[in-house]
């Protein structure tokens, strides 16, 4: 069974920094893309950042290039997202997904709020 | 980023069909065509449809996805209590090279 576990979402200061990881287990994690999601509070999905089987490519949305960045360990099964520069705008529930969207963990909630 | 446009809500009685759309444009939906989301509230989403009407297993037939030009449409046929949610279509844009989202539709079974 494809398992996805997101962990390290706390409440945060603005311009804090945060790291969150996603734990994956029940497929081989090396050979597909994955995905970050977020949704604000009562808002719908925002796609956030992916990245390649390898690692050696990676995509953002604009509102967070220069302050997010994704990345992935193999040998770990776990992908990450090290937030920096954190904006009061960027609290919500982040979801890790495979692929396109196929599978998704159940979300830790990031809060920036002073 | 341009998001995909959808309805904000649609509303239907049960055992009936609904059509909820979702239009981009040429370097998103016209391209590769888009995937659905069911989320209900609460919960994680869930792929319903990707690439247009590819199915993940355990999907139900009553979901199917189909395009035309710059929109995708999303039908969901003998409508059920339990398919009140709120559906997400998501396209990746090549000229962005992002994914991107619709704003998502209230799906309400009367």
């Known amino acids: 069974e494809v398992q996805l576990v997101e962990s390290g979402g706390v409440l945060v200061q603005p311009g804090g920094s945060l790291r969150l990881s996603c734990a994956a287990s029940g497929f081989t994690f090396s050979t597909y893309w994955m995905s970050w999601v977020r949704q604000a509070p009562g808002k719908g999905l925002e796609w956030v950042a992916n990245?390649?089987?390898?690692?050696?490519?990676?995509c953002y949305v604009d509102s967070v290039k220069g302050r997010f960045t994704i990345s992935r360990d193999n040998a770990k099964n776990s992908l990450y997202l090290q937030m920096n520069s954190l904006r009061a705008e960027d609290t919500a529930v982040y979801y890790c997904?495979?692929?396109?969207?196929?599978?998704w963990g159940q979300g830790t909630l990031v809060t920036v709020s002073s | 980023q341009a998001g995909l446009t959808q309805p904000p809500s649609v509303s239907k009685d049960l055992r009936q069909t609904a059509t909820l759309t979702c239009t981009g444009n040429s370097n998103n939906v016209g391209n590769r065509g888009a995937a659905w989301l069911q989320q209900h509230q609460g919960h994680p989403p869930k792929l319903l449809c990707y690439?247009?009407?590819n199915r993940p297993s355990g999907i139900s037939e009553r979901f199917s996805a189909s395009r035309s030009g710059n929109t995708a449409s999303l039908t969901i046929t003998g409508l059920q209590p339990e398919d009140e949610a709120d559906y997400y279509c998501?396209?990746?844009?090549?000229?962005?090279?992002?994914?991107?989202f619709g704003g998502g539709t209230k799906l309400t079974v009367l």
């Open positions: 998501s396209a990746w844009d090549s000229s962005l090279s992002a994914w991107v």
């Open positions: 690439r247009n009407n």
């Open positions: 990245i390649k089987q390898d690692g050696s490519e990676k």
């Open positions: 997904a495979r692929d396109v969207f196929d599978s």
